[in-house]
């Protein structure tokens, strides 16, 4: 196989944060999927990373060990695709682990609101999650979906769980410039997540964009199912005018959301950059 049929989907979920599927039951879905490599960025924790790599060999498929961090730009909230950083360096450590933390008092509080109106309980919410996961918005879903009260996961976004609903809480997430620092700071490289999917709320603007770049912003997603043609086209405007690569990728959850793995990709030369900058190499078979 060429280089330039190489199919990489860089941004994917596990059940060690939101997704549906295991680490390796990730591998393994990536290979069914023809996949080359795949990037596993689960939010705000690297903990599916051992198990991912444990499957690489099995299914053939080369491992891009990631995160998305949870950030924002004055309450706009922003996510960060953090690449091949050192998962021990203390500063991005600690603030990922205080950002899940946040997640989880803000799961709580919203369950208590909701409780209300609805017929859910903690109990049903945690009955969502694997074991370790970080409870959040999408296991609230799922829990809503188990009651009956809305058909699926999609649905509660778009209504009870929406950022503009009764029962949102926001939670705690570091500055969005300084969390790019911090990525670099500990190694890794950061390209920022889905910039325009205004289905999911506010937008930073291009302003919050180039500070983030003149910060070591490496790239932006700009191949995502949430952005529209419009978005697209201004993304890939604004990414030459600054110098940032571009990714695409399937954000993939599992049975969760209908996003499907390999539906839009990046081209095997960027993530040779990643891998260059990066101070962890991609885990090959």
Not at 138 to 149: E, K, R, S, T, Y
């Amino acid at each position: 196989m060429s280089a330039d049929e190489t199919r990489i989907d860089p941004h994917t979920h596990s059940d060690a944060s939101d997704g549906t599927d295991s680490p390796s039951d990730l591998l393994r879905a990536a290979a069914r999927a023809r996949l080359d490599v795949v990037g596993l960025t689960d939010h705000d924790t690297v903990r599916g990373w051992e198990e991912a790599a444990s499957a690489v060999g099995e299914t053939g498929v080369a491992l891009l060990r990631g995160a998305e961090v949870s950030c924002q730009h004055r309450g706009i909230s922003v996510h960060l695709l953090a690449y091949l950083h050192d998962p021990a360096e203390p500063r991005l450590a600690e603030e990922m682990e205080r950002s899940r933390r946040s997640r989880l008092d803000r799961a709580e509080t919203m369950v208590d609101r909701i409780a209300e109106d609805y017929p859910i309980t903690w109990e049903l919410v945690r009955a969502q999650a694997a074991e370790g996961a970080t409870i959040g918005r999408p296991h609230i879903a799922d829990a809503l979906v188990a009651a009956g009260v809305v058909p699926d996961r999609s649905t509660s976004f778009e209504t009870l769980l929406s950022v503009r609903g009764p029962y949102y809480v926001p939670y705690h997430a570091p500055d969005a410039v300084e969390t790019v620092e911090m990525v670099r700071a500990a190694g890794g490289v950061p390209v920022m997540a889905h910039p325009r999917a205004g289905v999911r709320g506010r937008v930073v603007t291009d302003a919050v964009i180039e500070a983030m770049t003149d910060a070591g912003l490496f790239a932006l997603e700009i191949d995502h199912r949430d952005h529209t043609p419009a978005a697209v086209a201004e993304l890939e405007a604004l990414a030459a005018r600054l110098g940032l690569e571009r990714t695409g990728s399937s954000d993939y959850h599992g049975d969760g959301k209908p996003n499907v793995l390999g539906e839009r990709t990046t081209a095997p030369a960027v993530l040779e950059r990643i891998e260059a900058e990066g101070a962890l190499p991609v885990v090959r078979p």
